[in-house]
């Protein structure tokens, strides 16, 4: 069995630590020569004004650093949603990372913050709005599909200069890649009763999904200067990426301007099945937080202090229902049909919960018995059957199981609503095993398990919680087949709304996958295998009708 790893936000469970990260991708961190008719050659014209990029690691492959997609979300522009860029005059040189947005570095007790911790790491301010691109064209007219990367990082960290989603192998396969800057923890996720009354909708909270939204609108307005097509617009990511892209696929403000989703390992309800959180309980919260901690509630009081002290002492809220983005609890938009005419491409990994097993005594029957009616409320004797459990060894093994296999069901349900829509859908379970270096926690196929694959960057330092062996993935010509394999899924699927291509297994789309099957993307095992049990199938479907369905009034 082969396998596969890495996500967004620290990085390090992969490498030995920060000097090790950095020697091992040093077989692709010097930008090669660029080519006479590559873009890097030439100024391209935004909206904006002109830019000169610069060669990216790839041969033929130009990249366009720290381009401003809105204005710096400062003073009185902190917890607004994102107001245009300034335009500059002359020729602005686009070979430099913008700031990453405010964050904490990683604690000690885990890997690096990838995004503000490597070597060669951005700064860090409120100055943070900033995208980059990769492309392959050489000209103008290409008309190359586009794919716009959203990170994880539990909302509260993340960047799009993180070494692991980089685009260049993606842009060399034939499609522009846009990763870019969203705010993050309270600076990016906030809502208060004053931002509320100021909104003509009534609306605060999610300033990290406006950030999507204007960089999604930057795309549309100008990916064309870099051979892009904005027609042909897929938005892809990963956890909380995932989660804001299964929102972004129901959001109003977001019509027209994606054509595709792609979701890993999260989905609008998030990791688990829930209820979506409204504004009013977000605005509670960040009341009773700021009072305790910062002894005011005033807004304008909050806004003038630092950032940084903002940040540590107000939990952010994550995605919330903030009236304007998303303006109801999305399970009811995607359950009527309201939601956009997107095709997606949507899964998550068979270890998804892995990484849990590193925190707390291991799981024993007592606990597991303890437990049951915390995890599965009134449907218990459903519980039992799904996950049969009599001795402290298997309660050990199945204490990380619901957590993944929850998540398999909630990006199922995704890719139905999708094709119940008329739309191209797929479904997938990521299983590949990758190495792990010895004295690593084996975490199997964990969540962020499928970012190298999906990035080709399997020399890249890893994200946690992953932590594969970059030096055993690294040039290994197994690893390397299934990244090239798992990366061209995602680059047809941008350029056609379907992954499927000369030389790949075949990938049904969800609703021509026989019940109890899944597409699997495991190596060279890779192609429709089993999925989770009917039983748990069973448990999940009373669990979203007990906690989201019959609360919410869907109807069945």
Avoid at 256 to 268: A, F, H, K, N, Q
Wanted: charged content about 15%; some cysteine; proline content about 8%.
């Amino acid at each position: 069995m082969l396998t596969s790893f890495a996500r967004s936000a620290l990085t390090a469970l992969a490498c030995l630590g920060l000097s090790a990260c950095a020697t091992t991708d040093s077989a692709t961190a010097q930008a090669t020569p660029a080519p006479e008719a590559s873009l890097a050659n030439r100024t391209v014209k935004t909206e904006n004004g002109l830019l000169q990029g610069t060669s990216g690691k790839v041969e033929g492959v130009s990249v366009f650093k720290g381009i401003p997609f809105a204005a710096p979300p400062v003073g009185e522009l902190r917890w607004e949603q994102p107001q245009p860029a300034a335009n500059w005059n002359g020729v602005r040189q686009a070979d430099s990372w913008g700031d990453s947005c405010v964050q904490n570095p990683a604690p000690q007790r885990f890997p690096v913050n990838s995004a503000t911790d490597m070597p060669d790491s951005p700064g860090m301010s409120e100055d943070c709005l900033y995208l980059n691109v990769w492309t392959p064209a050489s000209e103008a007219d290409a008309n190359l599909p586009v794919m716009v990367w959203l990170y994880g990082g539990a909302y509260n960290e993340g960047g799009g200069s993180s070494p692991f989603s980089q685009g260049d192998q993606l842009a060399k396969k034939g499609v522009v890649v846009v990763t870019f800057n969203y705010r993050v923890g309270s600076l990016g996720f906030f809502a208060h009763p004053e931002l509320t009354a100021a909104s003509p909708d009534g609306a605060s909270g999610n300033q990290a999904m406006g950030d999507a939204i204007a960089a999604l609108q930057w795309v549309h307005d100008n990916i064309a200067a870099f051979g892009g097509d904005p027609s042909r617009v897929t938005i892809f990511g990963e956890s909380a990426g995932a989660a804001m892209n299964g929102a972004l696929a129901g959001a109003p403000p977001a019509e027209g301007l994606i054509t595709r989703v792609i979701s890993e390992s999260g989905d609008w309800m998030g990791l688990n099945i829930a209820p979506m959180v409204p504004r009013e309980a977000a605005e509670q919260r960040s009341l009773a937080a700021a009072e305790e901690k910062l002894g005011t509630t005033s807004l304008a009081a909050l806004r003038a202090l630092p950032a940084e002290e903002v940040f540590a002492a107000i939990p952010g809220q994550g995605m919330i229902i903030d009236g304007r983005i998303v303006p109801e609890d999305l399970s009811i938009t995607f359950a009527d049909g309201r939601q956009l005419k997107v095709d997606v491409l949507t899964g998550s990994n068979e270890d998804e919960g892995s990484f849990t097993g590193l925190f707390g005594p291991p799981a024993t029957l007592e606990s597991w018995n303890q437990g049951e009616g915390f995890r599965w409320g009134d449907q218990v004797e459903l519980g039992r059957a799904a996950y049969p459990v009599s001795t402290d060894a298997e309660a050990q093994a199945m204490a990380t199981q619901p957590f993944g296999d929850n998540m398999s069901w909630l990006h199922h349900q995704f890719a139905k609503y999708q094709a119940d829509l008329g739309q191209n859908a797929y479904h997938y379970w990521f299983r590949h095993d990758p190495p792990y270096d010895e004295g690593r926690p084996n975490l199997g196929a964990a969540h962020t398990g499928e970012i190298p694959y999906v990035f080709d960057n399997l020399c890249a330092p890893r994200t946690f919680p992953g932590g594969s062996s970059v030096e055993q993935m690294c040039g290994n010509p197994e690893e390397e087949a299934f990244a090239d394999l798992v990366s061209q899924y995602w680059v047809n699927f941008a350029a056609t709304g379907n992954p499927n291509g000369p030389g790949l297994p075949q990938w049904p789309e969800v609703d021509a996958v026989p019940a109890g099957k899944v597409m699997v993307l495991d190596g060279a095992e890779t192609g429709v295998g089993d999925w989770i049990s009917p039983a748990k199938v069973e448990l999940y479907d009373a669990l979203f009708e007990d906690k989201v369905a019959a609360p919410l009034g869907i109807a069945d």
